[in-house]
């Protein structure tokens, strides 16, 4: 009886007498997503060299942009699985066009090795590029400038 009463209490005492934890503000759809290892990346014209490929040249301003080289679109959703001060690793999902996962491996701010794979244009994809900053991006510019 006494286990019937308490249980009564919980239904008839009004849920703002219990002390909950606040809830935790999600992050703005706005605020720049921040990766240890790519602040260490300089900005500035960069080449991309995939094994059997032409080298690509991408003048980046914001070194994010090397997480989608495959997905070069605004409006994806990212999630980061691995913030370490040397290498980043996100998961990228991009409505009706794919997804990916990167990991930058940043091995001097002009330097890198890419991983990526995932599916685009309705085929899987996986490949390493060499990443290398050639200059300052000067007049040149690139549709994939971030």
């Known amino acids: 009886m006494a286990l019937l009463r308490r249980l009564m209490l919980l239904l008839i005492v009004p849920a703002a007498s219990y002390a909950f934890a606040a809830p935790v503000p999600a992050p703005a759809a706005s ?52 913030n370490d001060p040397k290498s980043s690793t996100v998961h990228y999902s991009c409505q009706r066009a794919g997804w990916g996962r990167t990991t930058v491996r940043v091995e001097t701010p002009r330097t890198a090795t890419i991983q990526t794979q995932g599916i685009a244009r309705n085929a899987p994809f996986d490949y390493s590029v060499q990443a290398k900053r050639l200059g300052s991006c000067g007049t040149q510019v690139s549709s994939r400038q971030r």
């Open 31 to 82: 605020a720049p997503m921040s990766l240890v290892a790519l602040q260490q990346l300089e900005t500035g014209l960069w080449q991309l060299e995939v094994k059997g490929r032409a080298p690509k040249q991408l003048c980046v301003s914001d070194p994010m942009a090397l997480v989608q080289i495959e997905h070069d679109q605004p409006g994806c959703s990212r999630f980061v699985i691995a």
